[in-house]
Every structure is written in C-alpha cells, then in structure tokens.
Nanobody, 128 residues
Framework: QVQLVESGGGLVQAGGSLRLSCAASAGTLSWYAMGWFRQAPGKEREFVAGISRSGIYTKYGNSVKGRFAISKDNGKNMVDLQMDSLKPEDTAVYYC?????????????????????WGQGTQVTVSS
C-alpha cells in the first residue's frame, strides 16, 4: 500500500509561484501513474495534472495549461507540481494521487475514479 504525503502549500499573491511535492512513504513511484487534483469549496474535484508511469508523458487541465508543470523523480519517490502565474481561482485543496499500475507505462490517468491512493491534501490560497 502506498501512502502519499503532500507538502508545499500556502498563501501566495496572484502572479506568484508555489511548488507542491508529494512523497511516497511506501512502494516505488516508478510503478505508478501519478496525478494532482484540486477541490475548491462547493466545487467538484478537478483534474490538474498527470504523469505517466514512465514519467515521460504528461497532461494538464485546461485551466492550468502553460502555468503548471508536473514532474516525477522515481529515484527520490517524489512527484512535484510547479505552479506559476497563480490566480485567485487556483485557490483549493490540492491532492496527490497514485494509480497502482493498471495502465501501460505511457498512459496518463486523468479521471479521479481510476486512482487508487490519495494524499491528505494541502491548501493553496492565492490572494488578489
């Protein structure tokens, strides 16, 4: 069983940057496709970014394309989300998720129901 722990959230002004990290306390991330999701109050959980098991392929939600970047370090067992040009509408709890290798190494998983493990979330607040 993989346990995921997010860090790096906080308060930032609009236009600023934050870097979220997700560390796996068990298992090897090279076996898993990984993703970041977010949920704002009163809204559904939204796909933000995903990276394939191989670490080569990535996908992004339309609202963050060109501003966010996901990366995976299999050696360190960590997945990062670099968030630049932040906007107030990026305010949400951000969750890291792992799929337990159901898909081929080139697949990026974008739907929350396909993920098997979730972190506890980290709050990101962007002030205007």
């Amino acid at each position: 069983q993989v346990q995921l722990v997010e860090s790096g959230g906080g308060l930032v002004q609009a236009g600023g940057s934050l870097r979220l990290s997700c560390a796996a306390s068990a298992g090897t991330l090279s076996w898993y496709a990984m993703g970041w999701f977010r949920q704002a109050p009163g809204k559904e959980r939204e796909f933000v970014a995903g990276i394939s098991r191989s670490g080569i392929y990535t996908k992004y939600g339309n609202s963050v394309k060109g501003r966010f970047a996901i990366s995976k370090d299999n050696g360190k067992n960590m997945v990062d989300l670099q968030m630049d040009s932040l906007k107030p509408e990026d305010t949400a709890v951000y969750y890291c998720a792992a799929d337990r290798g159901k898909f081929s190494p080139s697949v990026v998983v974008t739907t929350s129901r396909e993920y098997d493990y979730w972190g506890q979330g980290t709050q990101v607040t962007v002030s205007s």
